[in-house]
């Protein structure tokens, strides 16, 4: 009689983990349909990866699994050389056709962050595979994005790791914060 009652509860459990299944598919697809994009470049906006950045610190403070972010910036390109809109918005839709390649699908996440910066959150990923993938990109940018004018493309990347054992305790938007800042100063 007691492995009815056993039997039952396994039912249970396994009902309520496919229903949890089903809600978690069914919130990444509405956040898929509703999320803010970029307008030129189709990746998330600077408040949206925000927001992003804070679930990925959160998720590691369970799960105790850390993830890298990969900064990208072009280095004050359009100041320096005074590029019509046109051919700026050429020059940043091609410098992210590189780095699009390198993303994971459905696991890393990409976003605008100012005018010629951009940043890649890769959960999973210790700092020493954030590196090799910085180094990549910055290489697939220098050797084909093409600037009018035979301008050189200046593009600097830095990469800086989360992980839940070297923090102390914090609020998560101040470690976002200082996650984007480290990465950020990297790129020099």
Not at 75 to 98: Q, T, Y
Not at 108 to 119: K, L, N, P, S
Not at 148 to 159: D, N, Q, Y
């Amino acid at each position: 009689m007691w492995y009815f009652t056993w039997i039952l509860g396994l039912l249970l459990a396994c009902s309520l983990g496919i229903i949890n299944v089903l809600r978690l598919e069914a919130q990444e697809t509405w956040d898929r349909e509703h999320i803010a994009v970029d307008a030129l470049t189709q990746l998330l906006t600077k408040d949206t990866m925000l927001g992003r950045l804070k679930e990925k610190v959160e998720n590691s403070k369970r799960n105790g699994f850390p993830f890298s972010i990969l900064f990208i910036s072009l280095k004050d390109f359009k100041l320096k050389h005074d590029l019509p809109a046109a051919e700026m918005d050429a020059i940043l839709r091609s410098v992210v056709d590189c780095f699009k390649e390198d993303i994971r699908v459905g696991v890393d996440i990409a976003a605008r962050m100012g005018e010629q910066d951009f940043i890649i959150a890769m959960p999973g990923s210790p700092l020493k595979k954030a590196e090799e993938i910085a180094t990549h990109v910055r290489n697939a940018i220098l050797a084909r994005v093409q600037a009018p004018k035979g301008l050189a493309v200046e593009v600097a990347t830095g990469v800086a790791e989360y992980s839940v054992l070297s923090k102390k305790l914090a609020t998560t938007a101040h470690e976002v914060e200082e996650l984007i800042n480290l990465a950020s100063a990297k790129c020099g």
